[in-house]
């Protein structure tokens, strides 16, 4: 059997937690920030969770973490 390769674009942007859930950054923090509002960008700063049923689809792209 053949190793399967992990996509390293992904395992860049995505972590993993302790208790297996996984972390990413919000997306549409990186320009046209003047229109957004200071809630709307403070709301981009944290860190989001991957739903489950997306967390299933990264399997494949992920296969050994």
């Not at 993993?16 to 919000?26: D, I, Q, V």
């Not at 809630?39 to 997306?54: A, H, T, V, W």
Request: with cysteine; aromatic share 6%.
């Amino acid at each position: 059997m053949y190793k399967l390769k992990t996509s390293k674009s992904i395992k860049k942007r995505i972590k993993y937690t302790s208790n297996g859930k996984l972390m990413r950054h919000c997306s549409t923090r990186s320009h046209l920030l003047q229109k957004k509002t200071s809630k709307r960008k403070r709301r981009l700063r944290k860190i989001s969770f991957i739903n489950l049923s997306d967390k299933l689809n990264l399997k494949n792209s992920l296969p050994y973490i």
